[in-house]
């Protein structure tokens, strides 16, 4: 294979490859990032797409196992671009892929070589009796469900039927919800037994005439043929959709354990959403992504306009990882304040993407997609690195000591080594670990509360501090609060907002800083925008605060120049409540 001239790929080549291969497929750099996969691999492997693009190849199998088995592959791809042979790896989710695996060298027109094809299969197996499908990727190994191919080959059949005598198809993609969590609590083995309950529900939802496939690692594909026209289509999928909801309420007994399962749904119909296998199966996902972001079990139809939040998604998408590549992302740091001295005591650290035609692009607009893609990892990586080296630049400069708070999103919490990203970035930069704070959401540690507290006793013990975010708005209560190392509770904004005119806020507000100060808990307040809420925290005993009353979120020169003229908050005139009494 050959890239073209600027070292690109024909885009539609390789999706139309990823698509219709009955073979894993996935494309590796020449460091080991693995690019791209296609969901037969994460069937294969049991791997999410998500999880593995944009890793090195290292990250999902056993490091020294790949590296004694790279060692001879490097020197046959050298001298014949090409290799191929059985392999058995040991997998990061503890699976065991026992298969053939076939690597080739992409060629450039010019330069070095930058890219790897690699495809796997399973090993060859009898076919069954009076089997009408071809070799052995027409069935999935788990589930017995039929394959993305072959899904995808009904799915032209029945639409070829439709067109004959003026009938819809629908087609339905559905995602588990939280499927990751069940399968890492209690283990592959129940995922697995849960993933074939899953299976059979679905297939007693659906006529003889439809079919059920398994096209990705907790995703499933519904094929309704021959139904009616129109809105007579829209009724038909929306009634097999409400009866898939009711077959997966049914709880699910499984390793000691009552398992609640909820999905999400897209739909599409032929022939009012495409006249291709190809255009259905992406807006079916078009759909399915919209209803990811509503609430669990919902489903949602396809519409041109969600086609056009995808186009622009996919821009945004396709901008921020160059944005990574080139250096484009920078951190805004916002003051926060001692309430007693009125001297800077810390930062919070806020990613910024600094694009070179559009200007600053706020981070809520890229947070969202950097979290579905997976690229906050590498982002949220580089924001602690770069905390820690800033960190070290002002103690070099004999500036007084601030903590600088970095956030953590829920995806790093669950999927990233943070224990190791912050040993490390502790000893190359050789800071003192009180100054580094990370802040993590009440929503990223309720989903597991145990494995939560074990993880962040195990960072809590490397020296740095611990935050709770945006308190008040999540789930957590007291009982659990207090098993938790923090050392400090920051109140959300959106108690600060109305609180001096709301009696009710400044009552909550008065609650959640008594209970932090009974766990020996700093408390911050985020959004202090005037003098007379400001007046309330201190009569309240807050400890400190940040917002636009003192500062917003400057670039790092301006913090500095802060630091070294010692910059305070002015103490503001006595609360409603103090002139009173």
């Not at 990823?18 to 492997?45: A, K, Y």
């Not at 056993?62 to 042979?85: I, M």
């Not at 049914?250 to 909820?262: K, N, Q």
């Not at 195990?458 to 740095?464: A, E, F, T, W």
Request: glycine residues 8%.
């Amino acid at each position: 294979m050959v890239l073209d001239r600027d070292g690109s790929f024909d885009g539609k080549l390789i999706g139309l490859l990823l698509d219709n291969s009955p073979e894993g497929v996935f494309l590796v750099d020449r460091r080991g990032v693995v690019s791209q996969v296609n969901r037969v691999f994460s069937v294969m492997t049991g791997l999410g797409i998500d999880s593995v693009e944009g890793k090195s190849i290292f990250r999902q199998a056993n490091r020294g196992q790949l590296e004694d088995f790279l060692g001879p592959v490097r020197s046959k791809l050298w001298q014949y671009g090409f290799w191929q042979g059985s392999i058995t790896l040991d997998l990061v989710n503890n699976k065991i892929f026992k298969g053939f695996l076939k690597i080739s060298v992409i060629l450039p027109k010019s330069g070095p070589i930058r890219y790897y094809l690699c495809q796997m299969a399973r090993r060859e197996q009898p076919k069954p009796e009076n089997s009408l499908m071809p070799g052995n990727s027409a069935l999935d190994s788990l589930t017995k469900l039929a394959t993305l191919p072959v899904f995808t080959d009904r799915l032209k059949q029945a639409i070829s039927n439709a067109a004959r005598h003026d009938r819809s198809v629908g087609v339905i993609i559905l995602d588990l919800d939280r499927f990751h969590i069940i399968n890492d609590s209690l283990g592959s083995e129940i995922g697995d037994q849960l993933l074939c309950i899953v299976a059979k529900r679905l297939t007693g939802c659906l006529r003889e005439s439809d079919s059920v496939a398994r096209i990705g690692a907790d995703e499933f594909g519904m094929l309704l043929s021959d139904i009616d026209e129109g809105p007579g289509a829209v009724r038909n999928s929306g009634f097999v959709s409400q009866k898939i909801y009711e077959a997966l309420a049914i709880p699910i007994h499984l390793g000691g354990e009552l398992i609640e399962v909820t999905a999400a749904m897209g739909i599409t119909l032929y022939p009012q959403d495409g006249e291709g296998p190809d255009d259905l199966l992406k807006n079916a996902e078009t759909a399915l992504t919209h209803a990811r972001q509503m609430s669990r079990n919902t489903y949602q139809f396809f519409s041109s306009k969600m086609a056009e939040t995808a186009r622009l998604r996919f821009a945004l998408e396709s901008s921020l990882r160059q944005a990574v590549d080139k250096n484009q992302l920078c951190l805004y740091y916002q003051p926060q304040v001692d309430l007693t001295s009125g001297l800077v005591i810390g930062a919070e650290a806020l990613i910024r993407w600094i694009h070179p035609e559009q200007g600053i692009i706020s981070p809520v607009r890229f947070i969202p997609v950097a979290e579905e893609t997976g690229l906050i990892l590498p982002i949220g990586e580089w924001v602690i690195r770069s905390a820690c080296r800033q960190i070290a630049i002002w103690r070099d400069k004999k500036l007084p000591p601030i903590r600088v708070g970095v956030n953590l999103s829920a995806v790093q919490f669950q999927r990233q080594d943070i224990e190791k990203i912050v040993k490390e970035s502790l000893e190359e930069t050789g800071i003192d670990p009180k100054c580094l704070d990370l802040e993590i959401t009440e929503s990223a540690i309720m989903d597991d509360v145990e494995k939560a507290v074990s993880m962040l006793n195990r960072i809590s013990k490397l020296g740095v501090k611990l935050s709770i975010d945006d308190f008040g708005t999540g789930y957590s209560s007291l009982s659990q609060l207090r098993h938790f190392p923090f050392k400090t509770l920051k109140i959300d904004r959106s108690f600060v907002h109305s609180i001096v005119e709301d009696e009710g806020d400044r009552a909550i507000v008065n609650a959640i800083i008594a209970m932090a100060h009974s766990l020996n808990q700093t408390v911050i307040v985020e959004g202090v925008e005037t003098d007379a809420q400001l007046g309330i925290m201190r009569h309240l005993k807050c400890n400190e605060m940040q917002g636009f009353l003192f500062s917003k979120p400057v670039p790092v020169e301006s913090l500095t120049e802060m630091l070294i003229n010692g910059k305070r908050l002015q103490q503001a005139p006595p609360c409603p409540s103090d002139q009173a009494g």
